[in-house]
C-alpha cells in the first residue's frame, strides 16, 4: 500500500488549496478513505473521510462548509479541497486507507496559513 500525498504549501488566511492523494497497491474503489491533520504540539484529527464509493461524506465541525472530500476512482486519487482557509488550519495533511484490517498512512503534506 502506498498513499502520497501533493498539493500542500503556504497560502495567505482566506486563500485556497487542493490536495492530492494517489494510491496504490490496493483495490481502491473498494477503501474508505480520510484526510487526518496534526497541527504543531496537537495531536492527529480527522478532517474529513468519503465512502468507497463517494457517497458518503462527513467532515470535522471546524472545516464544514469550507473543505470539501472527493475521489476520483478511475485515477485511485483522493482530493481535499479547501477553501477560506484560516490560520489554524496549519497543519500537517495525511491521507488513510483502511485496507483490509489495517490503516495505512501517507507521508503528509504541509499546509501553512500566514500573512
Known amino acids: 500500500v502506498q498513499l502520497v500525498e501533493s498539493g500542500g504549501g503556504l497560502v495567505q488566511p482566506g486563500g485556497s488549496l487542493r490536495l492530492s492523494c494517489a494510491a496504490s497497491g490496493f483495490t481502491f474503489s473498494s477503501a474508505g478513505m480520510s484526510w487526518y491533520r496534526r497541527a504543531p504540539g496537537k495531536g492527529r484529527d480527522l478532517v474529513a473521510a468519503?465512502?468507497?464509493?463517494?457517497?458518503?461524506?462527513n467532515y470535522a465541525d471546524s472545516v464544514k462548509g469550507r473543505f470539501t472530500i472527493s475521489r476520483d476512482n478511475a485515477k485511485n486519487t483522493v482530493y481535499l479541497q479547501m477553501n477560506s482557509l484560516k490560520p489554524e488550519d496549519t497543519a500537517v495533511y495525511s491521507c488513510?486507507?483502511?485496507?483490509?484490517?489495517?490503516?495505512?498512512w501517507g507521508q503528509g503534506t504541509q499546509v501553512t496559513v500566514s500573512s
Open positions: 488513510s486507507a483502511w485496507v483490509s484490517g489495517s490503516r495505512y
Open positions: 468519503i465512502s468507497s464509493t463517494g457517497g458518503s461524506t
